[in-house]
């Protein structure tokens, strides 16, 4: 079993920053895929970003160059740096990741944007 524990969620006025951290333990031991979701309120939780096995980072169209996905392997941590922060971006954020044929998620952190 992982458990992923996301923080760094908040409210922030528009054109701010927050980094929001996942960090992961259990049984880690292969990595297909970690990524961020985030779901508004009334739509469907929609892919911010993921990073393949293979190194390849993918971003939702409206947040490249504004979210950057990282992670350190040696804390079993991922990142999600947001930069101008949009009213749009609301929404609860989760983390996942791929372990074989396990898909795990965090909790959700919520950030709020205002205008």
């Known amino acids: 079993q992982v458990q992923l524990v996301e923080s760094g969620g908040g409210l922030v006025q528009a054109g701010g920053s927050l980094r929001l951290s996942c960090a992961a333990s259990g049984s880690i031991f292969r990595i297909n895929s970690m990524g961020w979701y985030r779901q508004a309120p009334g739509k469907e939780r929609e892919l911010v970003a993921n990073i393949r096995s293979s190194g390849s980072t993918n971003y939702e169209d409206s947040v490249k160059g504004r979210f950057t996905f990282s992670r350190d392997n040696a804390k079993n941590t991922m990142y999600l740096q947001m930069n101008s922060l949009k009213p749009e971006d609301t929404a609860v954020y989760y983390c996942?990741?791929?372990?074989?044929?396990?898909?795990?998620w965090g909790q959700g952190t919520q950030v709020t944007v205002s205008s």
């Open positions: 996942t990741m791929r372990q074989g044929v396990d898909d795990y």
